[in-house]
Nanobody
Framework: QVQMVESGGGLVQAGGSLRLSCAAS????????MGWFRQAPGKEREFVAA????????YYPDSVKGRFTISRDNAKNTVYLQMDSLKPEDTAVYSC????????????????????WGQGTQVTVSS
């Protein structure tokens, strides 16, 4: 049974930092590209970051580029999202996702490309 559990969310002031973690089990982690998405109240789920199977490639939308960093530790079956210079508009539920792919360097950005999802962790940024 695949499980993906996020942690590290919380309340932070604007300009602050948080580090999210997503621990995966029940899957061959190194065969999955990993991603982070977020969903704010009343809005659609939004792509935040992705990292390829081996960690060589990453991709970010302009909204978080330069502020967020995705990384992974295949030995620990964990993917991370370091979030710096947080803004109130970053407030959302953040979820990790796994995309099992044969492509070593792919960094999927679309929701439908992902096979498994975590439940999410709340991030609230106060002004």
């Amino acid at each position: 049974q695949v499980q993906m559990v996020e942690s590290g969310g919380g309340l932070v002031q604007a300009g602050g930092s948080l580090r999210l973690s997503c621990a995966a089990s029940g899957l061959t982690f190194e065969r999955a590209a990993m991603g982070w998405f977020r969903q704010a109240p009343g809005k659609e789920r939004e792509f935040v970051a992705a990292i390829s199977r081996g960690g060589t490639n990453t991709y970010y939308p302009d909204s978080v580029k330069g502020r967020f960093t995705i990384s992974r530790d295949n030995a620990k079956n964990t993917v991370y999202l370091q979030m710096d210079s947080l803004k109130p508009e970053d407030t959302a539920v953040y979820s990790c996702a796994a995309d099992f792919t044969l492509l070593t360097n792919t960094v999927p950005t679309r929701r439908y490309e992902y096979d498994y999802w975590g439940q999410g962790t709340q991030v609230t940024v106060s002004s």
